[in-house]
């Protein structure tokens, strides 16, 4: 590879594989800068014209360094900071951000090292402010290519790839070697699950699946999603297997009047409505909820959606309720990476009190005798059994009704014992092993049940 990067240097779209680096590195941007969500930030600049002229295969290669850069930010920070004796120079652009691409490429994904660098330093050179850096940045990178085995040798996803907040949160609720597991699970890419309407056997063998213990479909393999069999349908949905227990757990009954609160994107509501319950799905976004009715749309159900602040909602009590709270959504770290690095402790004290509000206007909106499933995808327990301990304290209008772990059995050993000792259900990221590391794994999540008097 030649290290002259001069004015004469080929055009950006000139040359093969620069453009989805570039994507790559403006997501990273995004998250560096400004905390913006991953996804959002990989859609966006997907979609835009330069987005838009590459291959599915590209598209994959952009995500892919994307999320391992974030998913691995702590090890990669660490690799160019212990590098530079006096830190990333200021005033130098986007220079952070098309560092961290490239260390990913070289660390993490199966790039030649040639192209990694190289690349990398095209993209500093068409950067205004950091293009004075090109042998700072090139020198770096060559380095840590050469040293990637010392590197990769301290591998410590708990205690380098973690905020050291969520670290220490986690070993305290539980203990350093469930610490180690969840951040290692959280290490590794997050398959794809599905919920389906009915049959879910024939659905596996239908895309290439297997069928979870929790009745949810696992596809073996990545792909465009709208382009598989019963997708155009609406035979199935996107689901993560954790995020399809609490609504299985209300049980709902054909023909009971049932709100799903805090309901998009619409996965629970679409579970509700498939078992015949007459559900009302509330969110306060009336963009998101419109995507849950374009989604209800294609799955052929029907629900009734209000754009409305659920503590603003007034209605005749309810039978059940699926109360989904906002939260830091750190049960979720394998399949967003971006998690563990926008939120802080102070956003997980707001989302405390925001819970316990809508817990106690939930209650509100039930009639006697009737059943409460709160949830989040959290792995706080500020989040999850704190809520529900204060909670039974302070309101004696409703009482746990516990999950049973031999009424679990159904669900596979490891689920079953995800239930915990006051009845609650408590899933960690590294459960549903797998010989496959593919089809290893679930998101976090909490869910209790509680019945009104």
């Known amino acids: 590879m030649s290290d002259n990067y001069g004015d004469a240097a080929p055009q950006i779209e000139e040359i093969p594989g620069l453009i989805a680096r570039r994507c790559a590195m403006l997501a990273i941007d995004d998250l560096l800068v400004r905390s913006l969500p991953l996804d959002e930030s990989l859609d966006r600049i997907l979609s835009e014209p330069e ?11 952009a995500r892919a360094i994307a999320m391992s850069a974030t998913r691995r930010l702590g090890t990669i920070g660490d690799a ?3 590098r530079l004796e006096k830190g990333l120079p200021n005033h130098s652009g986007r220079l952070e951000s098309i560092l961290v691409a490239g260390v990913a490429q070289l660390l993490y994904l199966d790039v030649p090292d040639h192209a990694a660098v190289d690349l990398s330093v095209r993209l500093v050179q068409a950067d205004p402010e950091a293009r004075r850096f090109i042998k700072l ?6 380095t840590i290519a050469r040293e990637r085995e010392t590197i990769l040798v301290n591998d410590d996803p708990l205690h380098r790839d973690t905020p050291e907040w969520l670290a220490q949160k986690w070993v305290k609720a539980y203990g350093e070697d469930t610490a180690k597991k969840i951040a290692s699970a959280n290490m590794q ?26 009745g949810s479909v696992r596809l073996k393999g990545r792909t465009n999603i709208t382009a598989l069999p019963g997708y155009t349908e609406g035979a199935w949905w996107v689901q993560d297997a954790a995020a399809a227990l609490p609504a299985m757990l209300l049980d709902a009954k054909p023909g009971e009047r049932i709100a799903d609160l805090c309901a998009a994107p619409g996965g629970k509501t679409a579970q509700l409505a498939n078992a015949g319950a007459k559900v009302v799905a509330i969110d306060r976004s009336a963009k998101r909820l419109e995507r849950l009715s374009e989604n209800m749309r294609r799955l052929g159900l029907s629900v009734e959606s209000v754009a409305m602040d659920a503590m603003a909602y007034q209605s005749e009590p309810f ?8 939260c830091t ?51 706080e327990p500020e ?20 999950f049973n772990r031999t009424d679990m059995a159904h669900l596979g050993p490891e689920l079953a014992w995800a239930i915990n000792g006051q009845g609650e259900l408590r899933t960690l990221p590294f459960m549903l092993a797998n010989e496959d590391p593919r089809l290893q794994g679930i998101d976090g999540f909490f869910a209790a049940k509680l019945v009104r008097s």
């Not at 838009?52 to 290669?61: F, P």
Request: hydrophobic fraction near 40%; aromatic fraction near 4%.
């Open 383 to 402: 989040e999850g059994e704190m809520q529900i301990a204060e909670l039974l304290k302070a309101d004696n209008r409703v009482k746990r009704s516990p």
């Open 329 to 379: 959504a750190t049960g979720t770290i394998r399949r967003h990476p971006d998690v563990a690095w926008t939120k802080e402790f102070e956003d997980l004290q707001k989302l405390a009190a925001l819970q316990a509000r809508l817990l106690k206007k939930a209650i509100d909106l039930l009639k006697p005798g009737g059943r409460l499933i709160y949830c989040t995808c959290s792995l």
């Open 51 to 61: 987005g838009k002229t590459l291959s599915e295969r590209d598209r994959g290669l």
């Open 80 to 82: 160019l900071m212990s």
């Open 189 to 214: 890419e997050a398959s794809v699950d599905i919920t389906v309407k009915e049959n879910a056997a024939l659905w596996a063998e239908n895309l290439d699946g297997i069928v979870l213990p929790t």
């Open 319 to 326: 039978d059940a309720i699926l109360l989904d709270a906002p």
């Open 137 to 142: 940045a090139n020198g770096l990178l060559r």
